[in-house]
């Protein structure tokens, strides 16, 4: 325990990247750079690098899945071979199936599938670069692509993750903290209707830890709202923004 924290936490409250416990990574989100979708998103979350694209409402194939009262929603997670330290099987592993999954479930709540019977719409989040946290930072590019795609939605869905850390909470646990700390909660959340879409935790933490990680993925979610919403302002009305986001939504 001493070693962890000595090297995830520095006598000065710093963390391996040099951020404070409750300080996000650098985020930055680009909409609508892939011509052919509908919608999509490229999102930098700290080193990850992550494009989503969206296709649809459009016809199901095969036409026995469609639901006849409303749209179909089907996600793929994928990481790159070259996302990651090591060469990684570019065949869907288990983790990615079940990560599909997690997004799907994610996303679902906040769209209004009634609206488009017979319909799907296919979500596509390729990770080009993985830093921990790439399920959240997918789910984040994933709700602009869905608003950049003109879906009708309820609320965005906002993710971020916290955990702890050398015995401590901290906000938005990146690659090193995920493998080496103590604990990691991604978090999805509808930041105007106020409900959680996803809630994982990898570890073991005590009801209060549990309660404040919680309470501090939620505090993120909202900070990662911020600037989907700033994103998608840059790129329908062109306005530069330049208050800092982070400062506003604390
Ligand atoms: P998340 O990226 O949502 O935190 P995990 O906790 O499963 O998901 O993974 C944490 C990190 O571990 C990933 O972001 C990535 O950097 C790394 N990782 C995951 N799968 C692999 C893999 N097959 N090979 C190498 N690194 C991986």
Do not use: W
């Not at 006598?11 to 416990?21: C, L, P, Q, V």
């Not at 790159?80 to 709540?109: C, Q």
């Not at 050398?166 to 209707?193: F, S």
Request: net charge negative.
């Amino acid at each position: 325990m001493t070693e962890q924290v000595i090297h995830l936490i520095d006598k000065d409250g710093k963390r391996t990247d040099g951020r404070n416990i409750d300080e996000l990574r650098d985020i930055k989100i680009t909409v609508g750079m892939i011509k052919n979708a509908d919608g999509s998103a490229f999102i930098e979350f700290g080193k990850n690098k992550i494009i989503v694209a969206v296709y649809g409402p459009r016809e199901v194939h095969p036409k026995h899945m469609a639901q006849p009262d409303r749209c179909v929603l089907r996600c793929r997670y994928h990481m790159s071979p070259f996302s990651t330290d090591t060469r990684k099987n570019p065949a869907p592993s288990r983790r990615e199936v079940e990560i599909s999954k997690v997004i799907r479930e994610a996303l679902e709540p906040a769209i209004i599938l009634e609206d488009y019977p017979r319909a799907a719409i296919d979500i596509f989040v390729e990770v080009l670069q993985a830093d921990g946290g790439s399920r959240c930072a997918g789910i984040t590019a994933a709700s602009v692509a869905l608003a950049d795609a003109g879906i009708n939605m309820r609320d965005m869905v906002s993710a971020c993750a916290a955990g702890k850390v050398a015995d401590r909470i901290v906000l938005d646990v990146n690659d090193i903290e995920d493998k080496e700390g103590c604990a990691d909660m991604p978090v999805a959340y509808l930041p105007n209707l106020e409900q959680v879409t996803l809630l994982q935790l990898d570890g073991i933490l005590t009801k209060e830890e549990f309660n404040e990680c919680l309470d501090t993925a939620i505090k993120g979610c909202k900070m990662v709202y911020e600037i989907q919403k700033q994103a998608l302002i840059q790129k329908y009305f062109g306005n530069e923004i330049t208050s800092d986001v982070k400062e506003t939504a604390q």
